[in-house]
């Protein structure tokens, strides 16, 4: 009975084995390239701006990576998706007339730039619905709505929220310089005026678009939710490694701005601006990281340990006397 079982469950990882995107077949992917090729041609003007802005603007370049994670997240449903019986559902293509529609009127009428990018998503999901039903739908939602990680916010929406942020951070900053002997920073809006030792440090000390948290913010939310999705965990641990994410990110870059500003007053202007800036910047991914890592290991920990007892309280229960 031994044999048998080993036997199937090496058939059963042989097949598995055998399972990869090849399977498709060349008329599938000749489907996929003149869907893709269509896709470009109705918003090749779309595309086009969102990969200028990743290039001229560090702020979102980390949207070269969000479609190539899209795929991984895709790829990591492999088995589910070529496994599926693919039954087209027409409420899809409801959908994607809707979009088709509805496109043109945003470009001519309301002209909103990012509304013009946002149709993308409902787009694919629209064709992955008509293509394989709520079936496929069901493997698939997640890395098409990731994709709006990609999308730049308008420029003056995502001022009016870096400026905030950074009028904040530099509350946080002056507070902290204070309490150094012989230091008095004075926070006006993003600019931190410092007196050291009786001497006014000038210019004063501008918290920068960048030290504003959203690069950060964007780019670890993007992340957290990847690494949410791909660990398997019970739902409230994904909802709070979700909703940490943006505490974490705020975090580390207050310790960014804090940083900045000693190194601005006690070491050398230098040290805080250009590429000295911008590696400090870099650092804080490793903090954002560590934190974020910390958390999850917490939580599989506290799991683990309730587990380990109910185990330790079922083997009690089972012992003869």
């Known amino acids: 009975m031994q044999d048998v079982n080993q036997s199937h469950v090496g058939t059963q ?3 598995e084995q055998n399972i990869s995107w090849a399977s498709l077949g ?6 996929i390239i003149i869907l893709t090729v269509a896709f470009y041609g109705v918003f090749h003007t779309e595309i086009y701006s969102m990969l200028h802005r990743w290039v001229v603007d560090s702020s979102w370049s980390h949207g070269f990576l969000i479609p190539f994670f899209s795929l991984y997240l895709i790829h990591q449903k492999k088995k589910e998706i070529l496994t599926l019986e693919y039954k087209p559902n027409y409420l899809g ?3 994607l007339i809707c979009c088709l529609v509805f496109y043109p009127l945003v470009v ?3 002209k909103f730039g990012y509304l013009m990018s946002l149709v993308i998503i409902p787009t694919i999901g629209a064709v992955v619905l008509f293509i394989g039903g709520w079936k496929l739908v069901k493997y ?3 890395p098409i709505i990731y994709i709006i990680f990609a999308i730049p916010i ?3 929406i995502y001022n009016d929220l870096t400026i905030p942020m950074r009028a904040h951070d530099a509350q946080i900053a002056a507070f902290l310089l204070n309490m150094v002997k012989g230091l008095e920073a004075n926070a006006s809006g993003v600019i931190i005026d410092i007196v ?3 001497v006014k440090l000038e210019p004063g000390l501008d918290v920068a678009e960048a030290c504003s948290g959203m690069r950060l913010l964007m780019a670890f939310l993007a992340l957290g939710v990847a690494m949410a999705y791909l660990h398997y965990r019970p739902i409230w641990q994904r909802l709070v490694l979700l909703v940490s994410t943006v505490p974490i990110a705020l975090f580390c870059n207050i310790v960014r701005v804090v940083i900045t500003a000693f190194i601005y007053v006690l070491w050398d202007p230098m040290y805080a601006q250009g590429i000295y800036h911008d590696t400090l910047g870099i650092l804080m991914l490793p903090l954002a990281f560590g934190l974020y890592g910390a958390l999850g290991w917490f939580m599989s920990n506290l799991v683990v340990e309730e587990t380990a007892q109910q185990e330790v309280i079922i083997r009690r229960k089972d012992l003869p006397g």
């Open 13 to 15: 990882n042989l097949s």
């Open 26 to 31: 060349v008329h599938t992917y000749i489907k």
């Open 93 to 95: 293509l409801v959908f």
């Open 108 to 110: 001519f009428v309301y």
């Open 140 to 142: 698939t939602w997640l």
């Open 154 to 156: 308008p420029t003056r």
């Open 196 to 198: 050291y030792k009786g």
